[in-house]
Structure formats: structure tokens, C-alpha cells
């Protein structure tokens, strides 16, 4: 069989969640079969962008000014790259334009997968486009894929003759290295207490500046905590300025992005997600694969609570709330491994399988 690449649509291949979820794909598809290239619509160096390229794969940078330029300028690369016959976006509304270019250029197979559940607060003309990329995308998908329920209603308004392709990781590994990390907090950053992180990029939807309420009110309580902020994203400085502001520097630690996320998770208290909206976040996954308690905002889809008794969700209304459940227990409940491995892999969440799914999904188009 020949060499079948597939081209995947991202913004930038950084450690974020749908680029993760891709990733652990990518490392478990036989890549003598299938290769994998990214196109990416920036020329900065990304987090994965390094392993990509070990593992064979290509980056193409596409510039532009705007979308409509955007979508110009793929149209016109694919045009000019017969071999890709299957072009794979994962940018939710805006796989409109490039399935839409795709489309132009005469690729036969278009895949539009959705990661989200919510566009968040829309204004008129947001949601007249809104209206515009949910029809185009029905239309010029020829194959459609979901990380949920949720995701395949937001995107495609219907779960039916959808691919429910859960965000999965890979269960055997992660089980594995978090037994041997369970005092690496402690051992790396000497902090005793309660340790507390969130994992993700640092921007307005995943509402860091209630997580410093929360460390406030921690700290007010005289509660001995470390706060853990695992990313980056254009509001860093801001947070820091307030974190300063507050007089929390003690208390909250900004660690940037990491590789050592297992060993973080394993070593944590609890992981706190107050989110906006999310889609199906595959730190969620991540952070239920290790055994670890997750403070979730209401405002996240449900679907992420894998039934490990490991995900509380609680509202945005009251900070004291979070934080009567962050004190009420500082112990891990750590769940039996061998069950833990059982429940992920039965609902989907293994990367090793759902990656032999998509190899077969390509191989049949």
C-alpha cells in the first residue's frame, strides 16, 4: 500500500487541546501507512512542531491578513499538491473555509471535526456568520467527526451519522508514570500543603482571575496552598499583575507549558477548571487517567465526567463554594489502576485504539 498523507488544518501546534488529542493520534498511527502534515497560520515555532517533524511529518505555514486570504491562499497549496486527497480541519467554525478551499481545489475528501460545545457571548454580525459556517459546514463536509455529543450538535446540529471520536490519550503510559510521580510537586518546587493547578492556556475563557479569588479567599482562610498555573496566553502579564496586586506571589506559581503535565497532575491535590465553556477538554481525560480530584465549572459539558467519582462540577455564583471543597479533603482518592485503565479504554478514551479507528476511516475514503 502506498503512502497515504493527510493533511490536518490547525491554528498553531501548541500544547493545547484539540493539538494534544491530534498528537496522541499522530504517535500511534503507523506512519509507514499514513503520514500526517499540518498546516498552521502562523510562521512561529510551536510546542509539538519538533516531534512532528521526527515523526516524519511536514508543517506549512500559510499567511494571510484575513480569512477569505487565508482560505486563497490553501485552496491555491492544494491545488498544487495533488497528493493530498484527505484534508482534515479542526478549527470548528472556521473549517467552513477551509473545507470551502479544499472543495475549490478538488479534494474528494473533506473532514470537519468539531472540539468545541460553545462560541461563547456572539454579537449580530458574529452570529450571522455563525449561521453561515454551521451551514457550510454541513454542506462541504464529506465526513464528520466529534469529540462528543455536545461537539456534534454545536458544529453539525445533529449527532446522526456522526464519529463520536472521544478525546483520548494514552491510558497505559499515563497510568504507569503518575504511580511513580506522586511526590514530584513536593520534590521539584519543595511546597507542602495543598496543591492546586490549572492546566491550560491562559486567555479569558478559561477565567484564571476566579481562580485568584479563590486563592484569595484560600489565603484569607490562612489555608497553607500552592496554586499551579500550567500554560501561557496572552492575559499572562495581566495575571501576574494581579496576583501581585493581591499579594499572592507566594501562593501562585506561573509554570509555562510543560511536558511533564502527567507527573503535575499525579503529584496535585485537585485541578480546578472554572471555564466559561469548553468542549471536551482532554485534560480532563488526562487528569481522571492519573486519579485526580477536578473541581469543573457548570458551564463545561457534563460528557467530561468519565464516572471515576473524580469530576465535581460547581457554579461560577460562589467562590467560598470552591473553596469549602477545596479544604473539605486534601487527600487524593486514588482509584484501583487496573480499574482506572478498564473504564477509559471501555468508553473510548485510548489513544492506541481510536487511532487504528481513524487509520481505517482514511483507508476507506
Not at 214 to 222: D, G, Q, S, Y
Not at 235 to 260: I, P, W
Not at 312 to 318: A, C, E, P, Q
Not at 328 to 352: C, M, P, V, W
Request: include cysteine.
Amino acid at each position: 500500500m502506498a503512502l497515504q498523507r493527510v493533511l490536518q488544518v490547525v491554528g498553531k501546534m501548541d500544547r493545547a487541546g484539540a493539538e494534544t488529542m491530534l498528537m496522541n493520534l499522530y504517535r500511534n498511527i503507523d506512519h509507514s501507512q499514513i503520514q500526517f502534515d499540518f498546516v498552521t497560520f502562523t510562521d512561529q515555532k510551536a510546542d509539538y512542531d519538533a516531534e512532528i517533524i521526527e515523526l516524519g511529518g511536514r508543517i506549512i505555514p500559510i499567511l494571510a491578513n484575513n480569512p477569505i486570504e487565508r482560505m486563497l491562499k490553501l485552496q491555491r497549496f492544494l491545488k498544487q499538491s495533488p497528493e493530498y486527497n484527505i484534508v482534515h480541519a479542526h478549527m470548528s467554525l472556521s473549517n467552513a473555509f477551509h473545507l470551502l478551499a479544499a472543495k475549490g481545489a478538488g479534494v474528494k475528501h473533506r473532514i470537519s471535526h468539531s472540539h468545541n460545545t460553545s462560541n461563547g457571548q456572539s454579537s449580530v454580525v458574529k452570529k450571522l456568520y455563525e449561521k453561515w459556517a454551521y451551514i457550510t459546514n454541513k454542506r462541504m463536509a464529506t465526513y464528520k467527526i466529534a469529540c462528543g455529543k455536545l461537539a456534534a450538535q454545536y458544529l453539525f446540529g445533529t449527532t446522526k451519522n456522526i464519529l463520536i471520536l472521544p478525546n483520548a490519550v494514552d491510558v497505559d503510559t499515563m497510568i504507569t508514570k503518575a504511580g511513580h510521580s506522586r511526590d514530584y510537586l513536593s520534590k521539584t518546587f519543595k511546597d507542602d500543603g495543598l496543591k492546586i493547578i490549572q492546566v491550560g492556556r491562559l486567555n479569558e475563557v478559561k477565567n484564571h482571575q476566579f481562580s485568584l479569588q479563590v486563592a484569595e479567599e484560600l489565603k484569607k482562610r490562612n489555608i497553607d496552598f500552592t496554586m499551579y498555573f500550567v500554560g501561557q496566553g496572552p492575559l499572562e502579564e495581566s495575571l501576574k499583575a494581579t496576583v501581585d496586586d493581591k499579594k499572592l506571589t507566594d501562593q501562585v506559581k506561573f509554570l509555562g507549558v510543560r511536558s511533564d503535565i502527567t507527573e503535575i497532575m499525579a503529584s496535585s491535590d485537585y485541578m480546578i477548571m472554572p471555564s466559561l465553556h469548553e468542549g471536551f477538554p482532554v485534560v480532563l481525560v488526562e487528569s481522571q487517567a492519573t486519579g485526580l480530584n477536578a473541581l469543573v465549572s457548570d458551564q463545561v459539558s457534563k460528557e467530561v465526567d468519565l464516572g471515576l467519582e473524580l469530576v465535581k462540577f460547581l457554579s461560577l455564583n460562589s467562590v467560598e463554594n470552591w473553596v469549602e471543597h477545596l479544604i473539605s479533603s486534601k487527600e487524593h482518592r486514588y482509584h484501583n489502576e487496573t480499574h482506572i485503565a478498564k473504564s477509559l479504554k471501555s468508553q473510548g478514551f485510548d489513544a492506541a485504539t481510536n487511532a487504528q479507528k481513524l487509520s481505517q476511516i482514511y483507508k476507506s475514503l
